[in-house]
């Protein structure tokens, strides 16, 4: 399959239009999104905290930052908002958009870091990693050209490749700068995700906060703590002690409000740690409806090298739904009408285009209807996955942006905000997965538990005594910003500088000093 024909078909996706007597016009807008000029908008509404403010400034200074925080703090967006801003300072042909995993990669339309780097897929020492890259010639271009690399979920990044991987930039970039002089845009949560087992190291460290050149990879490193995905005090009282190993009294009460030994209704998603489950709860509740089946398959082109890493990501190579499916949402279609990756609806239908397009989808040439949860009724069109490079789309998949939705992966929820999840948590494993699950629901109202014990809270000590430390200097950065406007002969008020008051200092120290 050439360029030109999957230039010519995305093109067509791009405006594919499927007009319906049975959808609104205004539902059909709602599946649009709209014009570009609605979308700039929209994005001007973004309201960014002075967490992201200060972020956003340090990038536009051309530092390197790590970006961290929990889940549903806006790392995504953020994330998002400084690649459009690098690209436009280095253009597209000097900015990479990498993730450790194909599901984070896709969704930032960029690819794997592995793939990036020329490395393969496996761990291997540095010099063999090193030849892998000097084989490839495209390789060997893509870090001669990059001015700012960004790499989305470090915490599945070991150590050792942390540090292979800057060795590597340093040596194809002739500089001994960090990273050859690359500006780097790193992102993720390391009580999250966990390492890859990475079998070449022999060091003892796991995570790539402990690789030698962590702390002299970066500029700045900002812990983002403003909650967006839940609203709920409590709650998130509950996810942030959940997510740093701990557990309370209180919270156990909450959480054993949610444990039932009933299974919920079949519209509630269930997330399992292991892929053979989805599949078979999946597979199971579809031909239990004993619906006819419509079959979608991807449809990929660009590189062959490229296509790979798109059979990483969340669209299925195959996607099989019937009249009254559970579904979900995988990508975002309109977030202001809540139309965004995790929504989940039921199938009611199946509409043939009015168009002369030939969906090439599927040999039954039906798209299917949609009755979201959030309320709108709509025809789901099929979307493009594309790999990016320089600017340009080097790969592509098409497909109907669907998951069946009964069952669902833990480690291909990145992203994903639930209004209802349940799970069994007796085949929970490694730390930091519970909270990857707890944090995925809006409200605990929509939270349904089975198999909980206490035990499975947990997180790494090593990630606990990382945050800790980082709290730390970004706490004596604060101090030290804020003494530098105070009188220095004044000890006692500098002791109080990182205080945030409503009232003046002076106020504050003469009421200390009258007991008050």
Not at 75 to 92: A, C, E, Q, T
Not at 348 to 353: A, R, S, Y
Request: net charge neutral.
């Amino acid at each position: 399959m050439g360029l030109n024909f999957f230039k010519d078909a995305i093109a067509v996706y791009r405006t594919f239009s499927t007009k319906t007597s049975r959808i609104s016009k205004t539902t059909r807008r709602a599946q649009s999104g709209g014009n570009k000029n609605k979308k700039k908008s929209r994005e001007s509404k973004i309201k960014w905290t002075e967490e992201q403010n200060d972020v956003l400034n340090h990038v536009r200074c051309g530092s390197s930052v790590f970006i961290t925080g929990s889940a549903g703090t806006g790392k995504s967006v953020l994330l998002k908002r400084i690649i459009d801003f690098l690209k436009k300072v280095h253009g597209s042909s000097g900015v990479f958009v990498t993730a450790s995993t194909g599901v984070a990669a896709c969704a930032l339309n960029g690819r794997t870091l592995h793939s990036f780097a020329g490395i393969g897929i496996g761990n291997d020492d540095y010099g063999n990693l090193l030849e892998r890259v000097l084989m490839s010639s495209h390789a060997c271009n893509r870090w001669r050209k990059v001015n700012a690399l960004i790499i989305d979920e470090i915490s599945v990044i070991s150590a050792n490749m942390f540090e292979n991987l800057e060795s590597i930039a340093r040596e194809m970039r002739g500089s001994q700068e960090v990273w050859g002089g690359i500006q780097l845009i790193v992102s993720g949560d390391f009580f999250q995700l966990p390492p890859v087992s990475d079998k070449c190291n022999s060091s003892g460290k796991e995570f790539a906060f402990e690789a030698d050149c962590w702390d002299a990879s970066f500029d700045v490193q900002v812990e983002l703590t403003e909650v967006f995905r839940q609203s709920d005090a409590e709650q998130i009282k509950l996810l942030q002690r959940t997510r740093k190993g701990m557990i309370y009294a209180e919270d156990l009460q909450i959480l054993e409000q949610c444990c039932s030994s009933n299974e919920p209704d079949s519209s509630v998603v269930s997330f399992y740690p292991r892929n053979e489950d989805v599949n078979r709860v999946n597979g199971e509740r579809l031909r239990s409806l004993g619906e006819k089946v419509v079959v979608y398959k991807a449809a990929d082109g660009g590189l062959d090298n490229q296509r790979a890493e798109l059979k990483q990501g969340i669209a299925p190579d195959q996607l099989e739904l019937c009249n009254g499916a559970r579904v979900m949402l995988i990508k975002n279609l309109n977030v202001w009408r809540n139309l965004c990756n995790g929504a989940t609806g039921t199938v009611t239908g199946f509409v043939e285009p009015e168009d002369k397009y030939v969906l090439h989808l599927s040999p039954d040439k039906l798209l299917p209807v949609v009755k979201f949860d959030s309320g709108p009724e709509m025809v789901v069109e099929p979307q493009v996955w594309e790999i990016l490079e320089g600017g340009l789309t080097v790969a592509w998949r098409s497909q109907i942006p669907l998951h069946l939705a009964w069952a669902q992966s833990v480690h291909k929820s990145q992203g994903m905000t639930l209004d209802r999840l349940h799970t069994d948590l007796s085949r929970s494993f490694g730390y930091g997965m519970v909270y990857v699950i707890l944090s995925r629901v809006r409200t605990l109202k929509g939270l349904y538990l089975s198999g909980f014990n206490p035990s499975m809270i947990k997180a790494h000590p090593k990630v606990l005594h990382f945050y800790e430390s980082l709290a730390g200097e970004e706490q004596c950065k604060e101090d030290e910003n804020n003494s530098k406007i105070l009188d220095h002969s004044d000890k006692s008020s500098i002791a109080f500088a990182g205080k945030k008051c409503k009232f003046s200092l002076s106020e504050f120290l003469l009421s200390r000093q009258h007991g008050k």
